[in-house]
């Protein structure tokens, strides 16, 4: 079975600053998708990123990167110059067939 | 910009009595999900829905449960007999294909 690992379970940051969340998984598969979901106080899931593992590219949306090393099976999130509504629950989620997730990571940021 | 829905946001019920959770996916998604977050735990899978049948189930998704697509629009999870150990926050999700999934904002069950 496909297994997630967020091996951070708190990381704090100050503001402005950036902050990298750790992430890696285990699959046999090729093909398959990664994600960031971010889930705040409120315990909404909200979509940070996704990254295909059929490409190279790591993706970006704006101050959230990811660092996507296949043969490592890992899968990092990089939030820069971050701000004070980045608090969350930082979850990472492998999906081939079914989504499977990490047990998260609750990032802090400092004023 | 669409997004799933679900209703109630806070359902509290007694053991043993039935609930259904109500979810209203993005109207041109084919694929439908149940995640449930047991409070301080991860996201766990229960169950993907497409064409109208179930695609995938976990072990956590046993004869207590059931989904329904009844009418086109709403998907629903039905829980017969609840147990104290339901008590979580279930969410929907749907997606067009197999990739992206977006989240409902959740129905948080109590049990008492």
């Known amino acids: 079975a496909q297994t997630v690992t967020q091996s951070q379970p708190e990381m704090s940051v100050q503001e402005a600053e950036t902050v990298t969340l750790s992430c890696t998984y285990d699959?046999?598969?090729?093909?398959?998708?990664l994600f960031w979901y971010k889930q705040p106080p409120s315990r909404q899931m909200i979509l940070v990123i996704r990254?295909?593992?059929?490409?190279?590219q790591n993706a970006t949306e704006n101050r959230f990167s990811v660092n996507f090393q296949k043969a490592a099976k890992s899968f990092s999130l990089k939030i820069s110059d971050s701000q004070l509504g980045d608090a969350a629950m930082y979850f990472c989620a492998y999906r081939d067939n079914d989504m499977r997730f990490g047990a998260g990571t609750r990032l802090t940021v400092k004023p | 910009e669409p997004e799933v829905t679900q209703t109630p946001s806070h359902q509290v019920t007694q053991m043993g009595q039935e609930v259904i959770l109500r979810c209203v996916p993005i109207s041109n998604h084919l694929y439908f999900y149940w995640y449930r977050q047991i409070l301080g735990q991860k996201v766990e899978f229960l169950v993907s829905?497409?064409?109208?049948?179930?695609?995938?189930k976990s072990e956590i998704f046993d004869d207590q449960f059931s989904v329904e697509r009844p009418d086109g629009s709403n998907f629903t999870l039905k829980i017969r007999s609840t147990k104290l150990e339901d008590s979580a926050m279930y969410f929907c999700?749907?997606?067009?294909?197999?990739?992206?999934?977006?989240f409902g904002p959740g129905t948080r069950l109590t049990v008492l």
């Open positions: 829905f497409y064409n109208n049948e179930i695609s995938e």
């Open positions: 699959t046999s598969e090729s093909d398959y998708y």
């Open positions: 990254q295909e593992a059929y490409k190279q």
């Open positions: 999700a749907s997606s067009y294909r197999l990739d992206t999934q977006y």
